[in-house]
């Protein structure tokens, strides 16, 4: 039986992403003993728990929650799923910045960080270890695990073209990304860009899109009640959905707003802190409308109330390589899809309209508008045929069919 040690960029919790609903599907395959989900770490040192003193994070500022990770407790999360927070600094027992980069004690801190995993997993059902890497940052994992049947990494995107990075040099990311593809047994690339790479580098490269759940939004092509932060709005709505991040094409949709008064412009979704200038002078045109985050379980009344969803994105190295899961989304529920043509689109042309510049943006907002109902079923079918369990499915399989080199062919590859 499998152990999957599952790296994850996000916290659990969000099943419209595809780091954790990944997870969850792969719990469910029958060979799939425990899946040990590791969140993003924290930077919580004895002191600062002590002070009670905690850096925002995905978790909550009290001693409990930083407790257990620093003392390597995971929580169970759903049958076979435990999720996991560690620590980078444990020590030493300070809040200086510049003591705690230091090489040997980010090493030290690196150690104690992945012997805190070792433990866990110790106590976790499987006998056979699967490594799962999602982000260059992990690429430390490959020599903290060796004694493992598999590494596997889930390549989403070109992470050295974003704006804001966890790094001051952008070549270490690009250098640790690199270390993955060629160290890892099997690469599953989000897009035809990163398979490109991907495959140049490693032979065992798969691609893997990204999917959605219609059984939960396909609600939204259905009648029934609107969010009502929406429902008074003058109409048309034209909608989003995701990040409000570096992605958005900010000056088109200001265009776009200012060209057209009497449309109501909503983007649901979180607001990046370091893009809050640009949507601050967005909102004083009146009709543009940020709603910030809602849980995945919460955003059908919204995606009903859109009459257009849009995918406003830049045209850039970052979204040249990626393969948007709002795309998808928006695919279950039936309605028209205006977009730039970004990585992805090019996928379902037949039912996305694609249009660079404001003019021919808005020229095919209104053509969805005056006669794109009947592409509806189309759409909703794309939708079904991109689920979030078929894509785990297909990529399970490419797991269990790659060579196991010269040794004996583990017994849960045969199930």
């Not at 993955?180 to 691609?207: G, K, M």
């Not at 219609?214 to 009648?223: C, F, H, I, N, V």
């Not at 429902?231 to 048309?236: I, K, Q, T, V, W």
């Not at 045109?285 to 009903?304: I, K, M, S, T, W």
Request: glycine share 6%; hydrophobic share 40%.
């Amino acid at each position: 039986m499998i152990k999957l040690l599952y790296f994850s960029g996000n916290e659990w919790g969000n099943m419209g992403r595809r780091k954790p609903r990944l997870a969850h599907e792969f719990a469910r395959q029958p060979d799939v003993a425990s899946v040990l989900y590791v969140e993003p770490p924290v930077a919580t040192s004895i002191l600062d728990l002590a002070r009670g003193r905690f850096e925002a994070s995905h978790l909550a500022r009290t001693r409990r929650d930083h407790a257990n990770a620093l003392l390597s407790r995971p929580r169970q999360v759903e049958d076979n799923v435990w999720a996991y927070t560690g620590s980078t600094k444990t020590i030493p027992l300070t809040r200086l910045k510049a003591m705690r980069q230091l090489s040997g004690l980010r090493r030290l801190n690196e150690s104690l960080y992945y012997a805190g995993i070792r433990r866990t997993l110790r106590a976790l059902p499987g006998e056979h270890l699967i490594l799962w890497l999602s982000h260059p940052l992990h690429a430390g994992a490959l020599a903290a695990f060796r004694r493992r049947e598999l590494a596997c990494y889930d390549w989403t995107d070109d992470w050295a073209a974003f704006d804001i990075l966890p790094v001051e040099d952008p070549a270490e990311i690009i250098a640790l990304n690199d270390r993955i593809l060629r160290q890892a047994d099997l690469i599953f690339a989000v897009s035809a860009e990163l398979e490109r790479r991907a495959a140049a580098v490693n032979p065992h490269t798969h691609r893997a899109p990204n999917a959605t759940d219609p059984e939960k939004l396909g609600r939204a092509a259905t009648d029934g009640p609107v969010a009502p932060e929406l429902a008074d709005l003058p109409r048309p709505i034209i909608g989003y959905l995701g990040q409000v991040a570096d992605k958005m094409d900010y000056e088109l949709i200001g265009q776009i707003a200012r060209a057209r008064p009497a449309w109501s412009f909503v983007f649901v979704g979180p607001v990046w802190s370091s893009k809050r200038d640009q949507i601050a002078a967005l909102e004083t045109l009146g009709n543009v409308h940020f709603l910030g985050a809602r849980p995945f379980d919460q955003l059908v009344p919204y995606l009903r109330g859109f009459d257009v969803c849009t995918l406003p994105h830049v045209l850039s190295l970052l979204t040249r390589s990626m393969d948007p899961i709002k795309l998808y989304d928006y695919l279950a529920t039936g309605k028209p899809i205006v977009s730039t043509p970004v990585a992805g689109v090019e996928r379902f042309t037949d039912v996305v309209q694609a249009a660079d510049g404001h003019h021919a943006f808005i020229t095919a907002i209104e053509t969805a508008l005056a006669k794109d109902g009947t592409l509806r079923e189309q759409r909703l079918a794309y939708a079904r045929a991109n689920t979030w369990p078929a894509r785990a499915e297909q990529m399970w399989q490419a797991i269990k069919e790659h060579p196991s080199d010269a040794k004996p062919t583990p017994s849960w590859k045969n199930r």
